[in-house]
């Protein structure tokens, strides 16, 4: 924000011994601006997070989305994208989170669809034809991994993560994951391989469509980026990569 704190942000980057860094947007930043190598390390998954399933094509799809309902998530996006699917696939769209965005993301939903309020729970859901939009509002943490594995595709084309732990569980209970290119999860789960990764509204529709109408793809995705999850990002194997970092500083000191 001033040239003070650049000076001081370059001294501190500079005198580190190792510079750990969560995506690689972050990686690149730092060796294009100031020539400086780092070590790409996410953040970990819990073991017991880590849920294998058994993947089957299927008619009715369910599609998850999970954050603070705030602009930056764009959860328009997704509400957007579901209301103008045409496929031959039934749609369920969960939207799990509260936020000062939530009323009007409701009102998108209402346009064309019909609301039913369950006043007990607080829930939301609009329909229309085959597509469902439901709207959970907040729920636990153990809540939304439980959801999770009942969801086949995570969907949440936020603008700005620092990380974004939610795509890494998304990835844990075995879902396609639709990411944002240059941030959050970026540079952790290859492209097309074990991610789609979107930069524009048109990218993110045709990918999400592209999801729910190709089996083979959706389970081939789902099923990559839980071996990496698995092999490569447990708690253990990212603690692991933290402690042969420390042991070679210092045996280097």
Not at 111 to 131: C, F, L, P, Q, R
Not at 183 to 190: A, D, I, L, Q
Request: hydrophobic share 40%.
């Amino acid at each position: 924000k001033s040239v003070i704190d650049k000076k001081k942000y370059r001294k501190t980057l500079s005198n580190a011994d190792s510079i750990i860094v969560h995506n690689k947007y972050q990686q690149d930043f730092l060796k294009h601006r100031y020539g400086l190598d780092s070590h790409l390390i996410p953040h970990g998954i819990e073991a017991a997070f880590i849920k294998e399933r058994r993947l089957a094509p299927k008619k009715e799809i369910v599609i998850s989305a999970v954050g603070s309902m705030i602009q930056s998530k764009r959860f328009d996006w997704v509400i957007k994208a579901i209301e103008s699917y045409s496929g031959g696939k039934k749609v369920c769209l969960r939207l799990i989170g509260n936020g000062p965005e939530s009323e009007r993301l409701k009102s998108l939903a209402s346009n064309s669809m019909t609301h039913v309020k369950d006043s007990s729970s607080g829930i939301d859901e609009y329909t229309a034809k085959n597509i469902k939009i439901v709207f959970y509002g907040h729920q636990s943490h153990e809540k939304v991994g439980i959801m999770l594995e009942e969801s086949d595709i995570f969907a949440l084309p936020s603008a700005i993560e620092t990380f974004g732990l939610v795509y890494m569980e998304a990835a844990a209970t075995m879902n396609a994951v639709i990411a944002v290119r240059n941030t959050g999860v970026w540079g952790n789960f290859e492209e097309d391989k074990e991610m789609l990764y979107i930069e524009s509204y048109k990218d993110f529709q045709k990918a999400l469509f592209l999801l729910i109408d190709n089996d083979k793809m959706r389970i081939g995705l789902a099923k990559n980026a839980f071996r990496r999850v698995k092999d490569e990002y447990s708690w253990e194997k990212i603690i692991e990569r933290y402690d042969l970092i420390y042991k070679k500083i210092i045996s280097s000191t």
